[in-house]
């Protein structure tokens, strides 16, 4: 066996958990990319109130429809309203609306996820078949159903995204919950008389985190689907508050003259819930200790490679002319 060898190469010594999962998310451009379209959109929306040229329902019939240019970039609507106005207002509702309701649902499903995994039995049985009731349901009908109670609006939009979301949450919270019951520092945390809810604190949730956090970027994406979803039909954000969703409703009545007003709010929530997912998948390999060590084990292959192929150039003799004596 030669001694360039690429078995032979040492290996790179092992880094902690946390560096290696900066390094393996710093190091994927799809990820990087993603965070920084999400910095740009998040800060837009904050900043919407005084960066926006116009108000959002500041009407100029005599510039209704009009193209795209440097006094409407986006265009405008069918009332004159500036079109990248209502885009950069309608982002902060429908990231405020996400946030809000990924949130609920992130409490709520570990709360049911984590009490069922850590208790068993009967208590398990009953939680979980309460869960498996509400992905009978489709999403948007399940959301539909919620706001037909109550009135439409912000608030009612939020509870409902933040209520269908709740299993998906539920159910990554059980799994990951019965494989940590029966591991040995939670074993001797019982055997040592620790309250439940002092393990499920100290041991159990601190070792989920890595499959919550995914879960919350993905479903971060298809919250925003979902406030769209609504709010085009009607059942969302109402009129004239600006909302993606609502203005591709407004916008389907006009398709022929003005495609801008359907291209940019749909366009915003398209770029929106794809950096959330490949955030979320940049994530799932960094935090994943499975698809953490595929990845690694990948890199540390190349690295060996490279090492080997460079000792072996080294020592190569050469003639004075660069041929090799070989």
């Not at 919950?177 to 604190?201: E, Y």
Request: no cysteine.
């Amino acid at each position: 066996m030669s001694a360039t060898d690429p078995a032979l190469v040492p290996a790179a010594p092992a880094t902690p958990a946390r560096v290696a999962s900066w390094r393996l998310l710093a190091a994927n451009p799809l990820t990087v990319a993603a965070a920084v379209v999400l910095a740009i959109i998040v800060v837009a929306a904050l900043l919407a109130p005084w960066i926006a040229p116009y108000g959002v329902n500041e009407i100029d019939v005599s510039r209704a429809l009009t193209a795209p240019s440097p006094a409407h970039w986006f265009g405008t609507d069918e009332l004159g309203r500036d079109v990248f106005s209502r885009v950069l207002r309608a982002a902060s509702t429908s990231l405020t609306i996400a946030v809000i309701a990924v949130a609920l649902a992130l409490v709520l499903g570990l709360l049911l996820g984590v009490v069922a995994g850590y208790a068993g039995g009967a208590v398990d049985a009953t939680l979980m078949r309460v869960v498996d009731v509400m992905f009978a349901f489709p999403v948007l009908l399940l959301a539909l159903a919620i706001i037909a109670i109550f009135e439409p609006g912000m608030l009612t939009t939020t509870i409902a995204i933040g209520v269908v979301y709740t299993p998906i949450f539920a159910r990554v919270a059980r799994a990951s919950t019965l494989s940590l019951r029966t591991s040995p520092f939670v074993q001797v945390s019982r055997s040592m008389g620790t309250p439940a809810p002092m393990i499920l604190v100290r041991h159990v949730l601190p070792n989920i985190g890595g499959p919550v956090v995914v879960q919350t970027s993905l479903s971060l994406a298809f919250a925003i689907l979902s406030e769209a979803a609504l709010s085009f039909l009607g059942l969302g954000i109402q009129p004239p508050a600006p909302s993606w969703g609502g203005m591709l409703f407004t916008a389907q009545g006009f398709l022929a003259q003005a495609w801008w007003m359907s291209v940019f709010p749909g366009a915003a929530i398209f770029v929106t819930a794809l950096a959330f997912n490949l955030l979320g998948d940049g994530l799932r390999d960094g935090l994943d200790p499975r698809q953490r060590t595929i990845i690694e084990a990948r890199q540390g292959q190349r690295r060996r490679e490279r090492v080997a192929a460079a000792l072996s150039r080294r020592s190569t003799p050469t003639h004075r002319d660069g041929k090799s004596t070989r």
